[in-house]
């Protein structure tokens, strides 16, 4: 609470876009620092939380498993960035190099406490909240629809689904992203 500065009768907001998966669970640590955490903000009483993460299931499944997923995951969003943005743009390449390939190395290559990208479909994310106390807060149709409108400018095979309250952005027959909110 002291880190945060958080002052009597002030509301919180939590947002935690594409980092909750490098928490470590109780695959990694019998302590379980994933869900502690999830606890901890919650006993720190936020308006909401907003969870943003990979559509992926990398975190406890065997490695041939594990291969395949990332391998179907990162196809599709290869071929979701090829659409967008040229070969030869340094944005492209920067995010490439330095984001998707390090972590589909980081996903193949390493076990145990070196593998910190451990992606979870958005139904463990929904228990793993749901345990810590959350309820979820159903997201605006209206927003979803906006954001559906722009994704369709830059191709058709971009798909935006609201499922239980939550939206899944993706990639033709692929779920690359979600995007949920809690109180």
Known sequence: MEMLDVRSGEALAMNFPLQLHHTPDESVDVNNPRDG?????KSLNPKVVTL?????????TPFFNRFLETLDYYSAMFESIDVTMPRDSKERINVEMHCLARDMVNII????KERVERHELLGK????????GFRQFPLSTYVNSVIGSLLKCYSEHYTLEERDGAMLLGWKRRNLVSASAWH
């Open 52 to 60: 943003i993460e990979q559509e992926s299931n990398t975190n406890t």
């Open 37 to 41: 955490l999830l606890r901890m903000v």
């Open 125 to 132: 994310w929904k228990s793993r909240f749901t345990m810590a």
């Open 109 to 112: 290559a390493c076990e145990g």
